[in-house]
């Protein structure tokens, strides 16, 4: 990639990390908490519309720079108008199932219409991205980033004016910002005209498109589990405690996975010639990395309360929940570098099922645990998984590395910081 595209990329990042950091800041200052809780429910639904297309924009991704590289034209109309066949026809039926569970809960019809729109205009916008993307077009990418993050920048004023529904109707217009223009609407025009839904590529594919939109999906909602589960469980006051709480943990996480995409490659690019070499550099990053972490989320725990006490008095987030929510990062280092073992190495599959494990954890603590935590319990759950997810993985890394089991200590120890970490807090609060 050239410095250009680099800049570029930095740039459009820049620009969506300020008008994020200003929208999150503003809007709930503008809403009750339950409103907030309502906005946060819709931002956990919105998260499964990349499920919409079966994972075949995954594969779109991984196979079309090269088939690009090697002219081939057929191919590349083939993915384009399969691809985008899928995503269209896709997001209508999640957006009407998205939409449905808001009003199913809710009764509020014309929010719920609302989210269907957004699944579908956001979905599609996306996948313009992709396109230009994958043909390293990154001024492209660059405008359309910076376009939808200053559109979206009218959340504020539509939540201020009009409540939950003007937040979404801002959505809609940001999207709809994007779909008019020219070169969007002439790209889709020449794919759906000039080349026809190609059913072979989908079931030549879908076998993989499904296991990386799992595994991506599913990992991201392991993650951010606290919040989530919420949404699904928990009043809607209590919903805006963790949605305020796991935007500050994902302005950290999204800076964690910037930080960790050149190790990533490089690992890739390590296993293909020697796997030591290859565990080695994991193992030496996660060294350096987890001090910092510890740190950090040390630092998160003693700051963000009385952050969120200046900034949202109303909305009353307990301190236990900012803790359990923030040691987790402490994991975080481990995670994203074996992940990429994992991958690297072909064993998707066992990091797909090393992914539903830890879930399956989490949502057994936080229907058992409630008696204890009571609303605090979703957060303790996202930890006691994410902490046992770090565990599982070292254990499957030890037997897929067996021949190195010597190199591994240092793993085992880091392993051993995720858990003694949190539980020396449970020791000294409760």
């Given at each position: 990639m050239r410095l250009k595209h680099n800049i570029d990329m930095v740039l459009a990042n820049l620009v969506q990390q300020i008008t994020g950091t200003i929208a999150i800041l503003l809007i709930p200052k503008f809403l009750?908490?339950?409103e907030y809780g309502k906005i946060t429910t819709i931002a956990v639904l919105l998260a499964f519309a990349p499920l919409c297309d079966l994972g075949i924009s995954n594969v779109y991704t991984r196979k079309m720079p090269a088939l690009l590289a090697q002219g081939e034209s057929a191919a590349v109309s083939a993915w384009n108008a399969t691809t985008l066949w899928m995503k269209i026809v896709g997001s209508v039926i999640f957006g009407l199932i998205l939409g449905g569970l808001y009003e199913w809960k809710y009764g509020e019809t014309l929010t719920s219409i609302s989210i269907v729109a957004i699944t579908f205009l956001t979905t599609i916008t996306t996948y313009f991205v992709s396109w230009n993307t994958?043909?390293?077009?990154?001024?492209?990418?660059?405008?359309?980033?910076?376009?939808?993050?200053?559109?979206?920048?009218?959340?504020?004023?539509?939540?201020?004016f009009i409540g939950v529904f003007g937040w979404c109707s801002a959505q809609i217009i940001a999207a709809l910002g994007l779909?008019?223009?020219?070169?969007?609407?002439h790209w889709f025009r020449v794919n759906l005209h000039n080349s026809?839904?190609?059913?072979?590529l989908v079931k030549d594919n879908i076998p993989e498109a499904l296991q990386l939109v799992l595994l991506t999906n599913f990992w991201v909602q392991m993650l951010s589990f606290g919040r989530s589960y919420a949404a699904l469980s928990y009043p809607d006051a209590i919903t805006a405690q963790y949605g305020l709480v796991n935007a500050a943990l994902q302005a950290i996480t999204s800076v964690c996975i910037a930080a960790f995409s050149p190790q990533t490659i490089k690992v890739y690019s390590l296993l293909a010639l020697d796997r030591e070499q290859a565990l080695q550099f994991v193992i030496r990053t996660i060294s350096w990395t987890m001090p910092v972490m510890v740190l950090?989320?040390?630092a998160s725990i003693q700051l963000l309360p009385i952050f969120f006490k200046m900034?949202?008095?109303?909305?009353?987030i307990p301190d236990q929940l900012i803790a359990f929510s923030m040691l987790s990062l402490i994991s975080y280092p481990i995670i994203m570098s074996l992940g990429s073992l994992l991958i690297g190495s072909g064993r998707s599959a066992i990091y797909l099922a090393t992914v539903l494990a830890?879930?399956?954890?989490?949502?057994?603590?936080?229907?058992?645990?409630?008696?204890?935590?009571?609303?605090d319990t979703a957060a303790l759950a996202q930890l006691i998984?994410?902490?046992g997810f770090v565990g599982l993985l070292i254990l499957v890394i030890s037997i897929c590395f067996s021949e190195f089991s010597k190199q591994l200590v240092p793993l085992w120890i880091a392993g051993g910081v995720c858990g003694l970490v949190p539980a020396l807090y449970l020791l000294t609060t409760q």
């Amino acid at each position: 990639m050239r410095l250009k595209h680099n800049i570029d990329m930095v740039l459009a990042n820049l620009v969506q990390q300020i008008t994020g950091t200003i929208a999150i800041l503003l809007i709930p200052k503008f809403l009750s908490p339950d409103e907030y809780g309502k906005i946060t429910t819709i931002a956990v639904l919105l998260a499964f519309a990349p499920l919409c297309d079966l994972g075949i924009s995954n594969v779109y991704t991984r196979k079309m720079p090269a088939l690009l590289a090697q002219g081939e034209s057929a191919a590349v109309s083939a993915w384009n108008a399969t691809t985008l066949w899928m995503k269209i026809v896709g997001s209508v039926i999640f957006g009407l199932i998205l939409g449905g569970l808001y009003e199913w809960k809710y009764g509020e019809t014309l929010t719920s219409i609302s989210i269907v729109a957004i699944t579908f205009l956001t979905t599609i916008t996306t996948y313009f991205v992709s396109w230009n993307t994958v043909r390293s077009d990154f001024a492209a990418v660059k405008t359309i980033t910076i376009l939808q993050a200053i559109l979206r920048l009218l959340t504020i004023p539509g939540a201020a004016f009009i409540g939950v529904f003007g937040w979404c109707s801002a959505q809609i217009i940001a999207a709809l910002g994007l779909t008019i223009r020219g070169d969007i609407r002439h790209w889709f025009r020449v794919n759906l005209h000039n080349s026809p839904f190609c059913l072979k590529l989908v079931k030549d594919n879908i076998p993989e498109a499904l296991q990386l939109v799992l595994l991506t999906n599913f990992w991201v909602q392991m993650l951010s589990f606290g919040r989530s589960y919420a949404a699904l469980s928990y009043p809607d006051a209590i919903t805006a405690q963790y949605g305020l709480v796991n935007a500050a943990l994902q302005a950290i996480t999204s800076v964690c996975i910037a930080a960790f995409s050149p190790q990533t490659i490089k690992v890739y690019s390590l296993l293909a010639l020697d796997r030591e070499q290859a565990l080695q550099f994991v193992i030496r990053t996660i060294s350096w990395t987890m001090p910092v972490m510890v740190l950090g989320s040390i630092a998160s725990i003693q700051l963000l309360p009385i952050f969120f006490k200046m900034a949202f008095p109303t909305y009353n987030i307990p301190d236990q929940l900012i803790a359990f929510s923030m040691l987790s990062l402490i994991s975080y280092p481990i995670i994203m570098s074996l992940g990429s073992l994992l991958i690297g190495s072909g064993r998707s599959a066992i990091y797909l099922a090393t992914v539903l494990a830890g879930l399956a954890v989490a949502f057994t603590s936080a229907t058992t645990l409630f008696g204890t935590f009571a609303y605090d319990t979703a957060a303790l759950a996202q930890l006691i998984a994410v902490s046992g997810f770090v565990g599982l993985l070292i254990l499957v890394i030890s037997i897929c590395f067996s021949e190195f089991s010597k190199q591994l200590v240092p793993l085992w120890i880091a392993g051993g910081v995720c858990g003694l970490v949190p539980a020396l807090y449970l020791l000294t609060t409760q």
